[in-house]
């Protein structure tokens, strides 16, 4: 039985892990410099009501309806940033607060390179209200050498009305072989 056990969780366990997280932005000195992109019609704020890590998150309001389900937020960088020289680069993570209703979608994107090329990570769907982690790989970065900007988008196509997300702890991940 021990040796289906080991041999079990030696098929199981990955040929990498995940093993360092660096802190990007966790909006403890307000929100920096993170803007809209698209959507909302004011600016993300910070606020102490839901965070994952420290005392404040990022929050973004908005009313949606059937032509405004869709939101964007990102930071943009002064000069390109080269993340493929980062030992071990293996992406991206964020944490995202849903309030109640059903119908959530949240996903990772950037543009990169000299024409801005946009670059997404999975789209995660069907989330449920509260917290939820969501990533970008690196193999779906077209050029991690050249990063523009980075962001997050929300969408809920069956929600009409307020609703207030927190997004925190934006983390740049990397692998431990």
Sequence with gaps: MKRLLLAIAVVLAPAASLAAAT?????????????????????????????????????LEHNFTKKE??????IMFDEAQDFAVKPGFAGFSAWVYFPSGNGWEAQIYMHTGDDWKWSF?????????GWHQIFMRAEEIQ???????LG????????????????????????EK
Excluded at 143 to 149: E, H, L, S
Excluded at 152 to 175: F, P, T
């Design 143 to 149: 050029d991690a050498g050249r990063v523009r900007d």
């Design 23 to 59: 802190i990007l932005y966790d909006f403890e000195s307000g929100t920096e410099g993170w803007v809209t992109e698209w959507g909302l019609k004011g600016q993300p704020t910070t606020s102490t009501r839901y965070t994952r890590h420290g005392d404040n998150s990022l929050l």
């Design 152 to 175: 997050i988008q929300i969408k809920n196509h069956k929600l009409d009305g307020d609703a207030s997300i927190y997004i925190d702890r934006i983390e740049m991940l990397s692998e």
């Design 121 to 129: 990570g999975k789209l995660y769907s069907d989330l449920q209200p």
């Design 69 to 74: 389900n869709n939101i964007g937020t990102r």
